[in-house]
């Protein structure tokens, strides 16, 4: 069973940057799609970012334009940059992966918290 492994959570000012990195704990074959999810206390996970195997991205509205996402196909790694950060981005972040091989099959990272201070 592959686990993904998220790192480069943390506390910031608002205003500030964080990158996480998602990284599997073995090579993943047939993989399409790489993403990052959050979940704010309360509320629901939310879409933030994915990136497919071929580079196309999709954002959430409240981050374009802030945070960009961007993938090592070699290492089947994901990452998250995260800029000009806001308390409202306060969440716990999940990289997530999906793909096809004889099936379809999802991966869930375990989540890194990122808490954006005012």
């Known amino acids: 069973q592959v686990q993904l492994v998220e790192s480069g959570g943390g506390l910031v000012q608002a205003g500030g940057s964080l990158r996480l990195s998602c990284a599997p704990s073995?090579?993943?074959?047939?993989?399409?799609?790489m993403g990052w999810y959050r979940q704010a206390p309360g509320k629901q996970r939310e879409l933030v970012a994915t990136i497919t195997s071929g580079g196309s991205t999709n954002y959430a509205d409240s981050v374009k334009g802030r945070f960009t996402i961007s993938r090592d196909n070699a290492k089947d790694t994901v990452y998250l940059q995260m800029n000009s950060l806001k308390p409202e981005d306060t969440a716990v972040y999940y990289c997530?992966?999906?793909?096809?091989?004889?099936?379809?099959?999802?991966?869930w990272g375990q989540g890194t918290q990122v808490t954006v201070s005012s």
């Open positions: 997530n992966a999906a793909g096809r091989l004889l099936k379809r099959y999802e991966y």
């Open positions: 073995g090579r993943i074959f047939g993989l399409s799609t």
